[in-house]
Each structure stands twice: as structure tokens, then as C-alpha cells.
């Protein structure tokens, strides 16, 4: 391996069919919904089976380490980190955690590295947890879309249907790298409203619950119950105190409504219904600023 660093003697002890599992923040991890969800997984017992230097990864100018100064005195410099987890829940397989910041550099020899790795403990299946921004509403639950190898399966859990050209991330050029290799690959991705800053608890929790149920992996969700209640609240009061916030919501679940129906009438399969124009879906900035200057406030 030209990078990735192990704790060999733990190689013997993952055990039969492993499946590699990757939560990266950075690009397609929006309000950090797969690094958190990686972070609940990380509740059953588990030990650091290897990390990659962050060095050759990283460009320290763009992403800094963080560093605390107590009165004049420079504490720990606090690296970014990508490591490598043994997840052991008490059924279901046991997972190879990848996570940490997304790299800078070097994606392709850090796949090689992670191939390597599958190879050598069996570990023939993939699955990437991550979120990705969209016009929807968050009056409305989250949608999960999948991306992989397995045609059935993506159909089942959630095949999306547009036809796109974007700036690839990290996660999802390993996805596809592994699916070069032969691996089955998985890629979950919650939704998120455009508009929201910060957390969305909707999504990490939605994101748990599809893997828990792909893998067998038992999860407790209800940690997250009350955080998305509360969190949804706040959310409709900041959307009720504008009307022109309201408005943007609407629209938005109209739009989320029609397509909702327009899959159930085709079965899930055919082409995407039509959308709304540029013009009538509010952007980023104007839902996220507005409430933003909301949450700022309650938080005071």
C-alpha cells in the first residue's frame, strides 16, 4: 500500500465479509448528514484499524488545522484526520469505517489503497453515506437517493432520475473507482433543503435508517427523534414569519408533491416530471439568508 497505514494484527480479527463503508465531509456531505450518521456508527464497539498521513492529502492553506490559545499559550495543533474504523454491531456484517475530511489530493492512490485492503479481508461490498443540497421542502420527509452497480437495487431504494454533469467528490470518485474493481457499490444520499445552514438532524437519521436496513445493522434512531422535532419547529416558524420565505416553501411542496405522485403513477420507473422553472425556485440565498437572520436570533 502506497499510503494507508494498519494496525496489522487486527486484520486477523475483522472477520467474514466486511463491508467498506466511507463518510467523508467536504463536497456531497451537506449539513454534515454522512459524516454524523459515520459518527453514530461509531457508538458500537469499534478500534482504529489505520489511517492515511494527512500531509500528502491535504493542502494545510485550505483546510488549516485547528489550534486553541489559552491566554498567550499555543495548546495541540488538531490535524485533519482520515482513518479507518473496525465497526462491530452485534448483527450484520462488520464494517471497514472510512472517515474523516475529505482529501485534497492523491484520490486515486487512496483508492488504490482501500481496494488493497478490501481485497485482502474480503470485503466485496461498498457503501457511501453523504447529502446533497436540493430545491425541496422541509415540511416534506426526506428523500434518499441512491447511486451503484446493482440496478435493482438502486430501483428499489431510490434511483435518481436526472441525467447530470457536476463536479465530482472524493466519496463519489471512490464509488466509482470501486465499481471499476468489481465491487458492489451503494451511494446513499439525503436530501437537503437548499436553504437550511447548519445540521439537519431529517437527514442523518433518514440516511441511518436506509443503511440499518440494507445492512442488517442495528441503529438506534430515537436519539435524533426529538432533535428533528425541534429542529422542524424552528424551521416553521422562521419559514411562517416571512411571506415571502412562505411563499418559497409552497412552491417547493407543490413541486415535491407532484413528483412524489408522478413516481407512484409510474411505478418508481420513465422519466423525471417536469420542474419548475429557474425563476420559480427561490435560491440558496434568498430562503438560507432570511432564515438564517431567524436562527441567529433565536439562538441570542
Known amino acids: 500500500m502506497d499510503l494507508l497505514q494498519l494496525d496489522e494484527p487486527l486484520l486477523d480479527d475483522v472477520g467474514a465479509d466486511p463491508v467498506l463503508v466511507v463518510a467523508l465531509d467536504g463536497w456531497t456531505d451537506a449539513a454534515g448528514a454522512g459524516s454524523i450518521a459515520a459518527e453514530s456508527l461509531l457508538g458500537h464497539p469499534h478500534q482504529r484499524l489505520g489511517n492515511f498521513p494527512s500531509d500528502p492529502l491535504y493542502d494545510y492553506r485550505d483546510r488549516r488545522p485547528q489550534l486553541e490559545i489559552d491566554r498567550g499559550r499555543l495548546g495541540e495543533l488538531v490535524w485533519p484526520e482520515l482513518a479507518i474504523d473496525v465497526v462491530t454491531p452485534a448483527s450484520g456484517p462488520a464494517l471497514l469505517l472510512v472517515h474523516g475530511a475529505e482529501p485534497d489530493l492523491l484520490w486515486r492512490t487512496c483508492a488504490r489503497d482501500l481496494q488493497d485492503l478490501a481485497g485482502r479481508l474480503g470485503a466485496e461490498r461498498y457503501v457511501g453515506l453523504g447529502s446533497v443540497p436540493g430545491p425541496i421542502p422541509h415540511t416534506r420527509p426526506v428523500q434518499v437517493i441512491c447511486t451503484g452497480s446493482d440496478e435493482e437495487l438502486i430501483d ?80 416553521d416558524v422562521a419559514a411562517s414569519s416571512s411571506e415571502e420565505v412562505s411563499d418559497h416553501v409552497r412552491q417547493l ?6 413528483e412524489v405522485e408522478a413516481e407512484r403513477a409510474m411505478g418508481g420507473l420513465g422519466q423525471r416530471p417536469a420542474q419548475l422553472s429557474e425563476d420559480e425556485v427561490p435560491s440558496a440565498e434568498e430562503l438560507g439568508a432570511e432564515i438564517e437572520r431567524f436562527l441567529r436570533g433565536r439562538a441570542q
Open 253 to 258: 411542496e407543490q413541486l415535491y408533491d407532484a
Open 156 to 235: 428499489r431504494l431510490g434511483r435518481a432520475h436526472e441525467q447530470v454533469i457536476v463536479p465530482a467528490s472524493c466519496q463519489v470518485a471512490w464509488e466509482a473507482l470501486f465499481e471499476d474493481a468489481g465491487m458492489t457499490t451503494l451511494g446513499l444520499w439525503a436530501r437537503v433543503p437548499h436553504y437550511v445552514a447548519g445540521e439537519y438532524p431529517a437527514a442523518t437519521r433518514s440516511l441511518l435508517e436506509r443503511f440499518s436496513a440494507h445492512l442488517g445493522t442495528p441503529v438506534d434512531l430515537t436519539p435524533f427523534d426529538a432533535m428533528v422535532e425541534e429542529h422542524r419547529t424552528k424551521l
